[in-house]
């Protein structure tokens, strides 16, 4: 199984994306403190004002009692549990600070008990306000002041409480965090569609110049052509410098079988003209080797120029054209047979080889057919993947059975001698195709002849 790579523009748009969304979360959680402890600080200052206001209000009367000079004016001290209370305790020494001595109206008979180690602190720095967590008369949560205060004709130090209900600023923050959450919600898909198009319109080059090879390795160019970024121009000039040396050297491999295939051709034309001029079994066994040996020289003269051609880059051939040729060819030559040939293939498929090597193999299969068919061939090309063809010649004669099937692919082998051949015209067509990674197979076709199968590699669509 091949391990499925991950996009660049991917890997780019989401470590952006992930960073930014990570800042602007961190941003709201920071911005959502803040504002809490804006709002907290606020509520202190407030109860802090209130408890300032008691012991500026609270004196000792002729019996020693305390009592308050004016109360507050909120009208909110005076409603019955309404989240803001008050009160003045005796303080005797008890964590919880001693006999109440005045509360607001609001406490009703209820009273405010301090957090856990409050009255502690407070007694510890008399003077000074300490604010602390708390709960209030019915079990809410309450922000809680407190401040130790001495008067003049006491003993004994009074503690001044001042508390409210804290779940109104909660509930603000709350809001507030949602709201802000949402804001930056709204941010952070604003920062990725601009990551997005930023990585897309950065990459474009990268994109064209992958364009470029593509139309390079189908066909369609010769060179990686384009204005590319500073960063990007040395490799197409590198690329384009490979695809000249590449076709230099298939023009160099083509050149020197040429010219091996001539310095071949004129020796053995030269025995088998002095063969014919002579009689006797030296004359025939001359004639019948430098025949085998022009076959031979042909056979690897394809092979080689097949082989260049398979590798080389910028190869493409229309598929559709190439056998409709073939068969309106073949149709005028054996048109004293009557035969009905049948061409049919998609107009975009494309072999990535040489048009003269496609016309060899399938005219071959073709010819074949036409030679045994009674009275219809039956040529089709169809994509058998992204990257693979398959053209299939059907004839409607007697066939091979699955033994013949495998000689007829041997060199040589020829399962009829009455009939014209030399018996390589398959064995020629199987190498054809291995030269281009490809393969030719035999069957019976649904005709009720033999049906021929040749994969070749094609273009992408």
């Known amino acids: 199984m091949t391990q499925r790579r991950s996009s660049l523009a991917f890997r780019l748009f989401a470590g952006a994306a992930a960073w930014a969304l990570v800042l602007l979360l961190l941003g709201a959680i920071a911005l959502t403190t803040l504002y809490q402890r804006s709002v907290l600080r606020t509520l202190d200052q407030r109860l802090t004002s209130v408890v300032e206001a008691l012991v500026a209000a609270a004196e000792t009367d002729p019996a020693g009692d305390v009592a308050l000079a004016r109360r507050p004016t909120d009208p909110v001290y005076d409603r019955v549990f309404s989240g803001r209370y008050w009160q003045i305790l005796d303080d005797d020494g ?168 001539h310095a071949l051709k004129t020796p053995i034309a030269v025995l088998r003209n002095e063969a014919h001029t002579s009689d006797g079994p030296l004359a025939e066994m001359v004639e019948r080797q430098t025949g085998l040996m022009t076959s031979q020289v042909e056979h690897h003269l394809r092979r080689a120029r097949a082989a260049a051609h398979a590798k080389a880059l910028g190869a493409r051939t229309e598929v559709a054209p190439t056998i409709r040729d073939l068969a309106r060819t073949l149709g005028k030559i054996n048109a004293a047979k009557g035969l009905a040939i049948t061409a049919d293939a998609p107009e975009d498929l494309g072999f990535k080889g040489e048009r003269q090597d496609l016309e060899e193999m399938v005219g071959n299969l073709m010819d074949n057919a036409c030679k045994w068919a009674r009275s219809r061939v039956r040529v089709t090309a169809q994509r058998s993947s992204e990257r693979e063809l398959a053209i299939l010649i059907e004839d409607d004669g007697p066939g091979l059975d699955e033994s013949e099937c495998e000689a007829a692919l041997q060199r040589g082998v020829r399962l009829d001698e009455q009939a014209p051949g030399s018996g390589l015209g398959l064995a020629i067509v199987g190498d054809l195709a291995r030269a281009y990674d490809g393969a030719l197979t035999l069957s019976r076709s649904e005709l009720g002849g033999l049906s021929a199968r040749i994969g070749l590699p094609a273009t992408a669509r």
């Not at 856990?116 to 300490?130: F, L, S």
């Not at 003993?155 to 509930?171: F, T």
């Not at 992958?210 to 960063?231: I, L, M, N, T, Y």
């Open 94 to 261: 008890d964590a919880d600070g001693g006999e109440v001595l005045a509360v607001s109206r609001s406490l009703w008979d209820e009273v405010l008990i301090p957090a856990d180690g409050m009255v502690e602190r407070i007694r510890a720095a008399p003077g000074t306000v300490y604010t602390a967590d708390a709960k209030g008369p019915s079990g809410e949560p309450l922000r809680m002041s407190g401040q130790a205060v001495r008067l003049s004709g006491r003993a004994e130090p009074i503690l001044v409480m001042a508390a409210e209900d804290r779940r109104p600023a909660d509930r603000e923050v709350r809001n507030f965090a949602i709201t802000s959450g949402l804001m930056f919600l709204g941010f952070a898909t604003a920062i990725a569609a601009g990551v997005f198009f930023q990585v897309r319109i950065g990459l474009a080059p990268v994109l064209r110049m992958r364009d470029s090879v593509a139309d390079v390795r189908e066909g369609h160019a010769e060179r990686v052509d384009g204005q590319f970024p500073a960063e990007l121009q040395p490799l197409a000039d590198e690329l384009n410098a490979m695809l000249d040396h590449s076709r230099e050297l298939v023009e160099r491999s083509r050149t020197h079988v040429g010219n091996l295939a």
